[in-house]
């Protein structure tokens, strides 16, 4: 079997729950990437149409299969900071997303791997760490430090 490089990146998405719907919704209005498949130790709401690549232990193999780019998609602090710190371990590009409908100041300064989820607004000159989750609505204003592996709730000012 031949293998054809995809036109778009190839993407796989890890976190199968409730905010896995809300990134992949994000990655398709952003539609630079091809989700190859999701990566979910348990699976409580399902796949969302995408094949299941595995558990957290296939991170290891996604290189080998052409995958270099994963978005997180967890809520939960601690497992979403275990599993970005795992992908980089396999060399893996954890994604920054920006909902297009978030408002992000040009002089702000936004870590890899970040979430900013639709309608947050991200003022001058604040400081979004790595990994980080700013959820739907969120405000960080002017000067603000957000550190690494944080997560901003919904509607939080």
Same mark, same amino acid.
């Given at each position: 079997?031949?293998? $054809? ?11 199968? &729950? ?15 990437? *091809? ?11 399902? %796949? ?30 601690? $497992?979403?900071?275990?599993?970005? =710190?795992?992908?980089? =371990?396999? *060399?893996?590009?954890?994604? =920054?997303?920006?909902?297009? %409908? ?6 702000? %300064?936004? &870590? ?16 979004? &760490? ?8 969120? %405000? ?6 957000? &550190? ?10």
């Amino acid at each position: 079997m031949w293998w $054809t490089k995809p036109k778009a990146r190839a993407v796989a998405l890890i976190g199968g &729950g409730g905010h896995a719907a809300v990134v992949l919704d994000m990655l398709h209005l952003l539609n630079r990437d *091809q989700v190859v498949g999701m990566v979910d130790d348990a699976l409580p709401h399902g %796949t969302y149409g995408l094949p299941l690549l595995g558990s957290r232990y296939v991170l290891r193999n996604l290189p080998y299969i052409y995958v270099w780019h994963v978005a997180l998609a967890i809520g939960d602090n601690p $497992t979403r900071k275990e599993l970005y =710190t795992l992908a980089l =371990t396999h *060399q893996l590009i954890p994604l =920054t997303l920006i909902h297009p %409908t978030a408002s992000v100041s040009p002089t702000a %300064t936004i &870590g890899r791997g970040s979430v900013i989820c639709a309608h947050a607004v991200v003022g001058a000159y604040a400081t979004i &760490g790595e990994n980080v989750l700013l959820n739907t609505g969120c %405000t960080v204003d002017h000067h603000c430090r957000v &550190g690494d592996h944080a997560h901003v709730a919904p509607g939080v000012h």
